[in-house]
């Protein structure tokens, strides 16, 4: 941006240079150049610093909406991982409890039925650790379509970077 305004400044100081030099040298070559042709030469100059503005706050939306987008999909990156953490530890735990889920039904079927004291408690256990089992599949569950969802979106939101990317392209391609 201060480039533009900075080659708007260049060429307003020169053509206003060249006019006072031009009158300074000799009257007749003044004449040479018209009002007109300064009015004209002042307009092309305006025209090009309001089109530069344009162009600047366009690009200035743009790349704050860049921003924005690029920090939601850093935000929906870091949460998936966290999910997908979530989840490896939620597998482990199943695969744990699936271990002593089995390990009471063994311990269970071992014992015999005459044995009145043992086997209502290995059956307890056996129940929790069914139940425990049954709540980590559940969440299982639950963050498996967390992750989908959120996986989704990401997808979303990093095609929408990339639009905005293309569109800074065409705006400045070699800033």
Known sequence: MRSIWLAAALAVGLTVGRVVVSHAQSPQAAEGISSTDLVKEIHLIRAFLE?????NARLEVLLNRYRLQHDTVASISDRLEYIRDELATVDNDIAAASTKAGDFQVSSNAVSSTDAEVKPQLESQLNDSQAVLQDLKSRQTRLLAQ???LSSALNTEQNRVRVLEDALDAIAPTR
Do not use: I, L, P
Request: proline fraction near 0%; charged fraction near 40%.
């Open 147 to 149: 992750q989908s969802r």
């Open 51 to 55: 089109a530069s503005h344009k162009d």
